[in-house]
């Protein structure tokens, strides 16, 4: 699935420290039934959170109060648990959002979202705390996202927080490269393990 | 002396190449797929003009979206008929076997792949469903994944995966009368909340595991999910080996006894160290229900609502938001308040013994007025299997109708929602805010308890109504 490739992101941030955001609420089950990538799945980002019954946008909502281009989406605990549909992650990049800090991920959205092109970067306390008042103080403070750099930084440079990312997956980002291609690269190696694999 | 866990063992036999970032080509035995989460990659198959390159090795089924009534009429909603003609067509280009509505094998995902025979211990297993895990009950390595990787499975039958860490969490001694699987799974996830399992495989072992049948290893090892693990599963043994002698699938007569003995070393060395250990005594698991809006929100089932003070500050957010979702004030009992709907069935209480479960204990009684039943076995063979054992009588002579089989009211995709605000006491394996219909209020409990509501329609202990 092609994206965009990630360098260094420099963007305001929405707030939403919400824990156990789980991906039914990131994009709820009726609005899967898509056949294709093409749907913009960025539409239906958060429906039920973000709109009422009725189709109005929810003004106190997190995407509503602070409506603009974000890029970076800040999250507290175990964001993306729950089901596997990687619709959650399409409808986080089809909204415009490339970055996602949380205080921590679940397993399966973490791949997802990297293999759609959203770096995730899990934030320890005190950091999350701290960017956390700072975009509720001030909804206009520019976050920096330096992924070659592996780190974030706020407060005009002030805060510097490093990040660990496995090389492989980073090179990826940087590059727009999904590891399907790199599978299909190496069918010969497989083919070959195959023939030593008795299994059934 | 050797000591490495089954996982270890499963996997290594499964690595194709580990990578300089540790991270391994992984080789996938079985791949199953379903019509929600497979459209995209066959586009990206064909935008890319690649095959599937193991087709014998996946097999598709429709499930997610179809409905539970009529189903030999053309399904009503045009954007869920449209993605099962995908599926149709998608599976008939690239050659992969499809068990549609038509079809007598039709179910959901992880209630057939067993009760077919196609899963088998020791295998690697995936789908685009979280609850693969289900399929650990055999000693597989099972579990879910995104659309991109289906079709990474599709197009070189082999996934990028980083080794996960192991968990070994042990249940000793008996359980008690009226409590099931979906109580010890609901009772782990009360303890160890949503993410107590991330970045883990668990192995489930003990005397308590051992004792239950293979229908209640899949419900622990679905909900191993909800735990935040990659899956979870048991070692395999006689239970296991019997369940699978004979099914369309299973090794034949003359490759069964070479099965056996491969089956039979599937097994934690007695030395093997895992990173997180965990104890739980059987006796001191009650019926389990949920009240909030993640399935480790449980409690016992006549205990009360925790107040805010009996929680940790990080938890009292959360904890307070689901709350007010579901209408219940803190330390109040939820034995005896009110309920609207019952749902039994999904891949978590979908199978015969589920079913046997609910209508052992609804026999001679009479569903509540209030209440609303959807009663919907996981697949056809289940259907049909409680259909020959008069199961569908029984629940017709009480008022309740048993429905064709999916995933139904799981997750609302079909037309089997709850409407906003009602209460559904649900034997599935998710009450998320609008799991089962916007607005719906879901408590997750065993089909037990499932039918205990049903007849009393109210929160009620099932063990008042077993003998
Ligand atoms: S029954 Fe529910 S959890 Fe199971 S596969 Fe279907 S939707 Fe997923």
């Given at each position: 699935m092609a994206y965009e490739p990630i360098n260094t992101i420099t963007s305001t941030v929405i707030p939403f420290p919400v824990d156990n955001v789980d991906t039914d609420q990131i994009i709820p089950a009726r609005f899967l039934k898509a056949t294709s990538r093409d749907a913009d799945f960025g539409k239906k980002l958060f429906a039920d959170w973000r709109y009422t019954p009725g189709g109005e946008p929810k003004p106190e909502f997190a995407l509503n109060k602070f409506a603009g281009n974000s890029s970076i989406l800040l999250a507290g605990e175990n964001f993306g648990c729950g089901s596997s549909r990687e619709h959650a992650a399409w409808a986080l990049y089809d909204y415009g959002f490339r970055v996602v800090l949380a205080s921590s991920f679940a397993d399966i959205f973490k791949t997802n979202a990297m293999n759609n092109g959203i770096l995730v970067i899990p934030l320890p306390a005190d950091i999350y705390q701290d960017l956390l008042n700072e975009i509720q103080q001030n909804p206009n403070t520019q976050v920096k996202v330096d992924l070659p750099g592996k780190h974030i930084s706020f407060r005009n440079g002030l805060v510097q927080h490093g990040f660990d990312i496995n090389p492989f997956r980073s090179q990826c980002l940087q590059e727009g490269l999904d590891l399907l291609d790199f599978l299909v690269a190496r069918k010969d190696q497989i083919i070959k393990f195959e023939q030593n694999y008795l299994s059934f | 002396m050797s000591n490495k866990t089954l996982f270890d063992k499963i996997w290594d036999k499964h690595e194709v190449m580990l990578l300089e970032d540790g991270s391994s080509v992984l080789y996938i035995d079985r791949h199953y797929i379903h019509e929600v989460t497979s459209p995209q990659a066959f586009e990206g198959l064909k935008k890319r003009r690649l095959s599937v390159f193991r087709p014998e090795r996946t097999f598709a089924t429709a499930d997610h979206n179809v409905p539970t009534m009529n189903q030999d009429l053309p399904v009503k909603d045009l954007e869920s008929r449209n993605q099962l003609s995908a599926l149709d067509s998608n599976t008939k280009e690239f050659g992969i076997p499809l068990y549609d509505l038509s079809h007598p094998w039709n179910g959901i995902v992880h209630v057939i792949g067993p009760e077919l025979g196609l899963t088998q211990p020791g295998m690697t297993i995936v789908c685009g469903?979280?609850?693969?895990?289900?399929?650990?009950?055999?000693?597989t390595i099972a579990f879910g994944i995104g659309t991109s990787e289906v079709e990474m499975v599709m197009a070189s039958q082999c996934l990028v995966q980083l080794r996960p860490k192991t968990m070994l969490i042990k249940i000793e001694g008996e359980l008690n009368k009226g409590v099931t699987a979906k109580d010890i799974a609901l009772y782990i996830l009360s303890q160890i909340g949503t993410n107590g399992g991330t970045g883990h495989f668990i192995e489930f072992a003990g005397s308590a595991i051992s004792s239950l049948s293979i229908e209640g290893r899949m419900s622990l090892c679905n909900m191993s999910i909800e735990m935040g693990a990659r899956g979870g599963f048991v070692a395999p043994d006689e239970k296991a080996f019997s369940y699978l002698k004979?099914?369309?699938?299973?090794?034949d007569s003359s490759n069964w006894n070479q099965s056996l003995d491969n089956w039979k070393a599937l097994f934690s060395d007695s030395g093997a160290v895992f990173d997180t250990q965990l104890s739980y005594d059987a006796g001191q698991i009650p019926p389990m229900i949920t009240f909030g809006t993640n399935p480790g929100m449980g409690i016992p089932i006549n205990e009360k609502i925790p107040r805010k003070e009996e929680l940790k500050d990080s938890q009292t957010d959360n904890f307070l938001k689901a709350l007010k979702y579901m209408d219940f004030n803190e330390g109040s009992s939820l034995e005896g308040s009110s309920v609207d709907y019952v749902f039994l069935g999904s891949?978590?209480?979908?199978?015969i013994e589920d079913i046997r479960d609910f209508v052992s204990l609804i026999k001679g009684h009479k569903k509540a007025e209030n209440i609303t039943a959807l009663i919907v076995p996981g697949s056809k063979q289940v259907e049909e299997q409680a259909r020959r054992e008069g199961l569908d009588k029984t629940l017709e002579q009480a008022g309740f109708e048993l429905r064709q089989p999916g995933c139904s009211a799981c997750l609302a995709m079909n037309d089997d929602k709850i409407p906003a605000g009602k209460y559904c006491v649900s034997t599935s394996n998710r009450n998320f805010e609008g799991r089962q219909g916007p607005g719906a209020r879901t408590l997750l409990a065993s089909p037990f308890t499932a039918a205990a509501a049903a007849i009393t329609g109210v929160v009620s202990d099932p063990r008042k109504y077993l003998y």
């Open positions: - | 469903d979280s609850h693969t895990s289900t399929h650990g009950a055999f000693g004979g099914r369309e699938f299973s090794p891949c978590t209480n979908g199978r």
